[in-house]
DNA sequence: TCTGGGGTCCTAGGACCC
DNA sequence: TCTGGGGTCCTAGGACCC
């Protein structure tokens, strides 16, 4: 068996690249992209220079401004992010289509079947990326996808220069577990803080501590994740490239610029992110069965619960319903509430009679417009018969 | 410093059924 | 008389990732 060549490709400060493609002004500044550091926002893309005075993604935007008092704070646009994240995308399908999109601004490809050195081919790849987009991309590469991602991001931690690394790092064959044995345990994936402090508190410092230790001890700490994590440390993943994503949940959430107990406020909050989950649902020709509410008072504490339907819905109506009903049974009165939360999951493809139709988006919305403007004309349940109808065919 | 929003996967207990 | 065991569904929470 020849081995696996994976590539584990990543838009540098994505956000932020996109922002300075749309305003030249702003390239070599330190900037961000998240929410103003007056409200309750968090970074979500730093560029490199803001990087540079220590400006993280997800930290709070107050702290960032802390750090670095001129950075710039840029609204976010995700019209173009989503733009530009297809153009990256389809250009990597016409040189595989093995092509596995993790999220906007990243994936994994496979590129086993082509015959050329592994160094040429990230760096065809980048400079025609660079070439079509002008997007910095960072690309790790190796035997599996743990060991590309991995690779990527030591890649790109090693360039601190307050410009986009650009990186290429390539770990060859049989040199996994060397790679791994000297990173911090925290590089190891499905390892977050929380095991990281685990395995501190016990003597692991490095992946190769947890390659070396002792299974059977392992096991008494980790239970049967213990062989997983023993595995990953040795550099072992047969994981394969997935090219099909199906979403298994759709949730909407909102944190308020002021923590509220009025219900009439929540009410109303539950409703417009009942709808905002309902229409993507439509949009994306989904419906779920299961519905559910999150909730996080002022002090941080938070809930979740959740309601299996017996059926399928998308409409916004019925969702709130029983998003409502949940909150009604399960807040405390009193407590300021700081986020919201609606979500619909166990998804299914809800309208067989869809597939009829042209598949272009432009019939699909139609389409759902028309379903939708039926509901209002004759009452919500128009749009279940045909569900039910389905229902009772298929059982 | 005062902590966003969108997801996935795993675990564990209880209900219920045979 | 003092209590089996497996399967499946549902629910809640938590860890993790970008």
Not at 81 to 102: F, G, H
Not at 265 to 277: A, C, E
Not at 278 to 303: E, H, M, P, W
Not at 330 to 349: A, H, I, Q, T
Request: charged residues 30%; contains cysteine; hydrophobic residues 35%.
């Amino acid at each position: 068996m020849t081995e696996r060549k994976i590539l584990h490709l990543d838009l540098d400060a994505f956000f932020c690249s996109v922002e300075e493609l749309l305003d030249p002004s702003l390239v070599g500044k330190p900037f961000v992209v998240g929410g103003s550091p007056q409200g309750r926002g968090v970074i979500v893309s730093a560029s490199y220079a803001a990087r540079m005075y220590g400006v993280r993604t997800a930290m709070p935007s107050g702290r960032a401004v802390r750090l670095c008092p001129d950075l710039i704070f840029v609204r976010r646009d995700h019209p173009a992010y989503s733009t530009y994240s297809r153009k990256v995308m389809n250009i990597l399908k016409e040189i595989t289509p093995l092509v596995q999109q993790v999220s906007v601004d990243e994936a994994f490809i496979d590129v086993s079947d082509i015959q050329l050195p592994i160094q040429s081919i990230c760096q065809d790849i980048q400079s025609r990326i660079d070439r079509e987009t002008k997007l910095p991309i960072s690309i790790g590469a190796g035997t599996s996808k743990m060991i590309a991602k991995i690779a990527n991001n030591i890649g790109k931690s090693r360039v601190r220069t307050g410009k986009a690394p650009r990186s290429i790092n390539i770990i060859p064959p049989g040199k996994e577990a060397a790679f791994l044995a000297p990173l911090d345990i925290q590089e190891m994936w499905g390892v977050g803080p929380k095991t990281a402090e685990r395995l501190r508190s016990r003597g692991f410092k490095t992946i190769g501590d947890i390659a070396d230790a002792d299974p059977e001890l392992l096991k008494t700490y980790f239970g049967k994740y213990a062989e997983v994590m023993q595995k990953r440390a040795l550099g072992i993943d047969h994981s394969e490239v997935h090219t099909d994503h199906e979403a298994k949940s759709v949730s909407n959430e909102t944190t308020f610029r002021q923590d509220s107990e009025e219900i009439l406020f929540l009410k109303n909050t539950l409703m417009r992110l009942s709808d905002k989950v309902a229409y993507r649902l439509r949009k994306d020709n989904q419906a779920g069965k299961v519905v559910s509410i999150k909730v996080r008072y002022s002090d941080f504490t938070t809930f979740t619960r959740q309601k299996a339907l017996g059926r399928l819905t998308n409409v916004g109506d019925e969702i709130f319903e029983h998003a409502f009903d949940l909150l009604n049974k399960n807040l405390s009165p009193g407590r300021p509430v700081r986020l919201l939360g609606v979500g619909v999951s166990n998804l299914e493809e809800p309208y067989a009679q869809l597939e009829l139709f042209d598949e272009s988006p432009l019939k699909k919305q139609e389409l759902t417009q028309a379903i939708d403007e039926l509901k209002d004309k004759f009452g919500k349940d128009v749009v279940f018969r045909a569900n039910k109808l389905k229902q009772n065919k298929t059982n």
